[in-house]
């Protein structure tokens, strides 16, 4: 099955999306800032990660 990266500011609606995939069989994790979501090479310049 497929990871997922749920990247939702607000802890209760990060918490919920996380459930529902998770009940949905998928490995998630959940991150409340897109610069912890992804390593910092990979995101280096985008203007959403600045």
């Known amino acids: 099955m ?3 990266v749920v ?3 607000e802890k209760e609606l ?3 999306m996380c ?3 998770r ?3 998928y490995t998630v994790s959940g ?3 897109v610069r ?3 390593p910092t090479d ?3 310049g985008r203007s959403w990660c600045s």
Do not use: F, K, Q, S
Request: hydrophobic share 40%; charged share 30%.
């Open 42 to 44: 990979w995101c280096c």
């Open 23 to 25: 009940d949905a069989g």
């Open 2 to 4: 497929t990871d997922i």
């Open 14 to 16: 990060n918490d919920i």
């Open 19 to 21: 459930l529902y995939l």
């Open 36 to 38: 912890r979501a992804y």
């Open 7 to 9: 990247v939702e500011d």
């Open 31 to 33: 991150c409340l800032d």
